[in-house]
């Protein structure tokens, strides 16, 4: 069996969870999130927990299990600490900002490129080169700040571009490290 699928779901204090066929809503201090989960799911809400159970071990059902229980975990999580990813800039004259609800970026080219903020995402500018994107929705944050790091994806040989603050380039050498071969 499913050992995360079988884990059941703390609710803290302040959450509530409600199930309503096949649709998961849990709301919390940070916002209200809602799921449609697989029919063959099966999801009870009994005291201050939340079980997700399947119908039998075919292997779709054993797949969807463990993928269900950690969708609405996040759930649980977002509307209670919320979800964050940091994006950093490097280059030189390389510059972000926020200019209202937008996120203005001098990424090298001609032009400013504007991002503009979607709502249930928050966007934080603390220095010209780092970004701050969070929310409640694990899944909105993270494609949202791959929306973002995909204006300028940081290049191998200087490294120049947007990266998340946790990731490592791999750089590699220029034309001169080639050196004298014959």
Same mark, same amino acid.
């Given at each position: ?11 803290? !204090?302040?959450?509530? $969870?409600? *199930? #309503?066929? /096949? *649709? %998961?809503?849990? @709301? ?7 799921? =449609? ?7 009870? *809400? ?10 039998? #071990?075919?292997?779709?059902?054993? $797949? ?33 900002? =926020?200019?209202? /609800? ?7 080219? /001609?032009?400013? %490129?504007? *991002? ?11 220095? $010209? ?7 409640? #929705?694990?899944?909105? %944050? ?17 490294? @120049? ?14 034309? !001169?490290?080639?050196? !004298? =071969?014959?």
């Amino acid at each position: 069996m499913s050992r995360i699928g079988r884990k059941p779901i703390n609710i803290p !204090a302040g959450v509530t $969870a409600t *199930v #309503d066929g /096949s *649709v %998961v809503t849990v @709301k919390g201090p940070k916002g209200t999130l809602t799921t =449609k989960i697989h029919p063959n799911m099966t999801v009870k *809400v009994e005291g201050n927990e939340i079980l997700v159970t399947r119908p039998n #071990d075919e292997k779709e059902n054993k $797949a969807l299990h463990g993928t269900t229980r950690s969708i609405i975990n996040n759930m649980v999580l977002g509307v209670t600490e919320g979800f964050k990813k940091e994006l950093e800039v490097n280059g030189v004259g390389y510059r972000v900002q =926020k200019q209202g /609800s937008n996120l203005v970026m001098n990424l090298g080219f /001609s032009h400013q %490129v504007i *991002v503009p903020e979607v709502p249930g995402i928050t966007i934080e500018c603390p220095t $010209a080169n780092k970004i701050v994107i969070s929310g409640p #929705d694990k899944q909105q %944050v993270g494609q949202f700040a791959a929306e973002v790091r995909e204006k300028r994806p940081p290049e191998p040989y200087k490294g @120049k571009g947007i990266k998340y603050v946790d990731e490592h380039i791999r750089r590699k050498e220029g034309k !001169a490290g080639k050196g !004298a =071969k014959k």
